[in-house]
């Protein structure tokens, strides 16, 4: 089993920055990728970004330029920076963990509001 703990939501008025931070422990040896999603209210859950076996990086279009995924293999732990920020951008934000062969694990998620 994994286990994702998300950080670093909050309140930011539009244009502003937040962090968000997913620390994974358990059966992290078999992770093979590292990723954010979000929902919004009303919306399916999408994908933000994520990192493929430690080095392919993918972004949503709507994220590009905007936002950076980030690890930090000896914590464990993947980050989202998220600057521009656009009221667009508030959902919950969760983590994911896809563990080999492809059993995906998600944390409680995050909430990140934007003010206009």
């Known amino acids: 089993q994994v286990q994702l703990v998300e950080s670093g939501g909050g309140l930011v008025q539009a244009g502003g920055s937040l962090r968000l931070s997913c620390a994974a422990s358990?059966?992290?040896?078999?992770?093979?990728?590292m990723g954010w999603y979000r929902q919004a209210p009303g919306k399916q859950r999408e994908l933000v970004a994520n990192?493929?076996?430690?080095?392919?990086?993918n972004y949503a279009d709507s994220v590009k330029g905007r936002f950076t995924i980030s690890m930090n293999n000896a914590k464990n732990t993947v980050y989202l920076q998220m600057n521009s920020l656009k009221p667009e951008d508030a959902a919950v934000y969760y983590c994911n963990a896809v563990r080999f062969p492809g059993t995906n694990c998600w944390g409680r998620g995050t909430l990140v509001t934007v003010s206009s």
């Open positions: 358990g059966s992290i040896f078999m992770i093979n990728v």
């Open positions: 990192i493929i076996s430690g080095n392919r990086i």
